[in-house]
């Protein structure tokens, strides 16, 4: 049997090739996705941050989502459009901007369509099996937090999508490449030696964007589930020390709902494994100002549950 076809062992032309024709199908678990487009960015996005990723057999797979990237003209010049299975649901964009609207453009199929599981806009990383969860909005350092705590040994289930069960609360995991913007795009390039970052969009409604591959490790074990255990709102604040405060439960609850994009779907069933989520997580608000400090608090906290488990089994 022959060993599958990665993204990889496609030159960068190659690729091109098959986006700008019949297309690709990309294995982005737990999604399949298929993908065309004859703009060149997004050739160089995948062939650079999509590599270890599967190529599938179109004649074969079920594709949950057709995406194309579209070039078109505008008054302002060289644009791009999404197009999902024929619909065009966003304003056009500057053409280099084509790769990271790809990247959010899946984030809106996700959101808008997999109601399978709750959806909230959160950062997910893994340790023991165990999941932290950051909801936060733009410009709360939540992303960057994400991408150093992958390259410190955390798994990354996903940079903006934590995906709930609502029968029995585990985490499904999305690892795609994280979003980062403006100098969180330095700050990573200089603090993880070799890291791989694709193309940089310019002057975007969040300012500049990069893409940071996601790690091998986390795609390898994208097929393991995680258990919610810690739910951390992150701040960012330049220059300052590191402190937390506990959240009680309700402040907690309206927290983590406001970042869901659809428990009202699942209706009292989505609201009762929210607030059981919460329930079962320790639930804190960080300040940080340092990523290795909080990278030794997020240590901590793992510490600390081996401890209580050690202790745990001990008393039994």
């Known amino acids: 049997m022959s060993a599958a076809l990665r993204v990889g062992d496609l030159s960068r032309a190659e690729l091109g090739e098959r986006l700008a024709g019949p297309g690709v199908v990309l294995a982005i678990p737990p999604f399949n996705v298929h993908l065309r487009s004859p703009i060149p960015v997004v050739a160089d996005g995948v062939h650079r941050l999509y590599a270890a990723h599967a190529v599938l057999d179109a004649t074969e797979a079920f594709c949950d989502f057709h995406i194309g990237l579209v070039p078109r ?84 289930l996903s940079d903006e999508l934590a995906l709930i069960d609502p029968g029995h609360g585990g985490l499904t995991a999305s690892p795609r490449p994280i979003s980062l913007k403006n100098r969180s795009i330095e700050v990573i390039s200089q603090r993880v030696p070799g890291a791989v970052i694709g193309p940089v969009a310019h002057d975007t409604a969040k300012g500049m964007v990069a893409h940071l591959q996601a790690s091998p490790d986390s795609l390898a074990r ?50 009762e494994r929210l607030a059981a989520t919460v329930e079962a997580c320790d639930t804190l608000r960080l300040s940080y100002g340092d990523l290795d400090e909080a990278a030794a608090w997020f240590d901590a906290l793992v510490q600390a549950q081996r401890r209580a488990a050690v202790d745990e089994g001990a008393g039994a």
């Open 222 to 271: 994208a097929h393991e589930r995680a258990t919610p255990r810690w739910i951390v709102l992150p701040r960012f604040s330049a220059g300052a020390s590191l402190t937390t405060e506990a959240l009680d439960r309700p402040t907690a609850l309206v927290e983590f709902t406001s970042n869901s994009f659809n428990y009202h779907v699942h209706g009292p069933q989505g609201f």
């Open 73 to 156: 003209r505008g008054w302002s010049g060289a644009l791009c459009e999404l197009d999902v299975d024929g619909m065009r649901p966003f304003t056009p964009l500057a053409r280099g901007e084509a790769f990271a609207l790809f990247e959010w453009g899946l984030n809106w199929c996700v959101t808008s369509h997999c109601h399978g599981w709750i959806t909230i806009h959160a950062a997910v990383l893994e340790r023991d099996g165990l999941a932290v969860l950051l909801p936060g909005p733009p410009g709360s350092g939540k992303s960057t937090l994400c991408a150093w705590l992958m390259h410190q040994g955390w798994r990354l």
